[in-house]
C-alpha cells in the first residue's frame, strides 16, 4: 500500500511522536548545545543568556568535583559493569538447570528488580547500619568487624556497589532467555565427542549467548553512568565526597546552584563518555558477537 | 554413563542447588528484615533482635499518618492514571504506523527513534526544565504527564510495532475492503490482537511512574504534590518520623508493584525477553 492517500495517514499515525521528538528531544537538544556555550543562572530569564564560547569546557578542566565525579562514576562503572555481568550470567546458568521449583527461584532472584530505587534505599540505608544493620550483624557471626559503610569515605562506594548485586534480577532473566535459546542438540553432539562443563561453557554456550552479552553490557554500561537515585537517597554524594557521582554533581550544579550553562556542558560530556563506550562496545562486537542465522535481517 | 560421572553429575547438582537456595537466602533477608523492622518498637529497632518482640502492626497505620502517605498515593495517581493512558494509545498508534504503512523517510525515521533510546536523558533534562517553567507548569503534574502522550517512548513503539508486524495483514485488507477506514482498523482490529505487548507496556509504565525519582524531584517543590517515591525520601530526615515507621512506609511502597509483579509474571518475563532480541 504506497499511494499518496496511504502515505498520508501513515505520517498521521506517527504524527504524536514526530512532534515529541521535535518538541522533547530535537529542540531541547538544541538549546542545551547552545546553554553548553553559555553562562546562564535561570532566575534572570532566558534573554540574559551570555554566550561564552567554551569558558564551562575550560572550567571543567580546573574543576576538582569535576574530576572527583567522573573518578567515582569510572570506578562504579569499571567494578559494577563487569561483576553485575558475571553475577547475572552465574546465576542464570544456575536457574538453567531442568529441577523441580526454578520457576520459584526464577520468581525470588527477580523480584528486587521489581521494587522501586526508593525504598529499596530506604532499606539500605537500615542494613548499611553500622551497629544494627542487619549486614554487619551477619558477619560479626564470622567474628568479622564490619566497616561504618555509608559513613565511611573508603566503603561508602563499595557500599553502593554491594547493594546493585541484589538488583540485578533484570540482568539474570536477559541472560535467561538467551541461555534457553541455546539449542540442545549442540550440547547433546558435545558430549558425544567428550567435551567437559567447561569446555560447553567455552565452546558452545558462550558464543551462542554473545549477542545477549552484548546487549547486557550495552545496557550496563548506559546504566552505569547514569547512576544517580541510589546516591541521591542514601548518601548524597557523601561522605567527603566519595559517591559524589557525575549525575548527582550534574543535578547539584543545574537544580542547586542554577548554573544552567555548566550543568549544560557536564551534560554532553556524559553524552559523549557514553557514546565512546558504547561505541566501542558495538565496534568490538563483531569480534565476539556470534549470530545465529545472520542472514535474516530485521 | 559409568558410575564415577553420575556421581560428579550429583555432586554438581546438590552443589548448585545449595548455592540457588544460598543466593535465595541473600535475595530475601533484607526484605524480611524491612518487613521485621517496620514491625517493631522504636526502641527495638536498635537493638540485637532480628524478630519484632511484638508484632506492632499499629505501625503501619502510625505510618500514614506520620507521613501524609494519602496524599503522596493521590498525587501518585493523579499522574500515573493518564500517563498510562498516553503511554499505551500513543505508543500503539505510532507503532501502527511504522508497522504497516509506507511513506518517505520511514526507514530514516524509524533508525532515529531507536537512536533516542541511547540518548542519555541527561541532555535533553536542563531545556525540558526550562521550557517548562517558562511556560508556568513547574510545580504541577503536567510536565510528569504531557510527554507520555506525544509517543510514549520509543522502546514501547519498538516493542508494539514488532508484534503488529507479526499480525496476518489479510485481516486489516479484508476490513478495508469492507469499507473500515485505517483508524477503525486501528482501534477494532490491530488494538484487540496486540493485547501482549500493550499490556507489557500498560505494566512497564506503571512501574516507570511508580519507581520514578528524578521528575517528580525536579518538577514538584511543595511537599503537598509530592509523588510516593520523592515523598518517602523527603521524610527520611525528619526528626518525627521513627525508623520503623518509615520501613512500614518503604514496605507499603513496595506492595503495588510486587503484586503487579507476581499476578503478571509472564508478561513482565517475556517482555524483558523480548528486549533482548534487539540486535546491535
Known sequence: MRNSKSERAGYLFILPWILGLLLFTIGPMLFSMLLAFSKWDIITGVKS????????????????????????????????????????????????????????????????????????????????????????????????????????????????????????????????????????????????????????????????????VFFNLVMGIIGGFQYFTQAFVMTNGGPLNSTLFYNLYLYNKAFKDFDMGYASALSWVLFIIILVFTLLVIRSSSMWVYYQGDNEKD | MNYSSTRSRIVSRIFSMVLLIAGAVIVLVPLLWTLATSLKTPAEVFTDSFFPAAWMWSNYANAVTAIPFFTFLKNTLIILIPVMIGTVFSAALCAYGFARFNFRGKRMLFLVLLATMMLPSQVT???????????????????????????????????????????????????????????????????????????????????????????????????????LALGLSMFKGLYNVEWNMLMAATMLIMIPPLLVFFVAQKYFIEGISISSAIKG
Open chain 1, 49 to 212: 543568556i551570555e554566550w561564552v564560547g567554551l569558558d564551562n569546557f575550560r572550567t571543567m578542566f580546573h574543576d576538582d568535583l569535576f574530576y572527583q565525579s567522573l573518578k567515582v562514576t569510572f570506578i562504579f562503572a569499571l567494578v559494577s559493569v563487569p561483576l553485575y555481568q558475571i553475577a547475572s550470567l552465574l546465576i542464570a546458568l544456575l536457574l538453567n538447570m531442568r529441577n523441580r521449583g526454578m520457576k520459584f527461584f526464577r520468581l525470588i532472584y527477580f523480584m528486587p528488580s521489581v521494587i522501586p530505587a526508593v525504598a529499596a534505599s530506604m532499606m539500605w540505608i537500615m542494613i548499611f547500619n553500622p551497629e544494627y544493620g542487619v549486614l554487619n550483624r551477619a558477619l560479626s557471626l564470622f567474628g568479622i568487624q564490619g566497616p561504618a559503610w555509608l559513613q565511611d569515605p573508603s566503603y561508602a562506594l563499595g557500599a553502593l556497589i554491594v547493594m546493585g548485586l541484589w538488583g540485578i534480577g533484570n540482568t539474570i532473566i536477559i541472560y535467561l532467555s538467551g541461555l534457553q535459546g541455546v539449542p540442545e542438540e549442540l550440547y547433546e553432539a558435545a558430549n558425544l565427542d567428550g567435551a567437559g562443563p567447561l569446555q560447553r561453557f567455552r565452546n558452545i554456550t558462550l558464543p551462542m549467548i554473545s549477542p545477549t
Open chain 2, 125 to 227: 533534562m536542563i531545556p525540558m526544565f526550562i521550557m517548562f517553567k517558562e511556560i508556568g507548569w513547574v510545580d504541577t503534574f503536567l510536565p510528569l504527564i504531557v510527554p507520555a502522550f506525544f509517543g510514549g517512548g520509543a522502546f514501547n513503539i519498538f516493542l508494539i510495532r514488532q508484534f503488529m508486524r507479526g499480525i496476518p495483514r489479510d485481516l486489516d485488507e479484508s476490513a478495508f475492503v469492507d469499507g473500515a477506514n485505517q483508524f477503525q482498523i486501528f482501534t477494532r482490529i490491530m488494538l484487540p490482537l496486540s493485547m501482549p505487548p500493550l499490556i507489557a507496556v500498560s505494566i512497564f509504565t506503571f512501574m516507570g511512574v511508580w519507581n520514578d525519582f528524578q521528575g517528580p524531584l525536579i518538577y514538584l517543590n511543595s511537599s503537598d504534590k509530592y509523588t
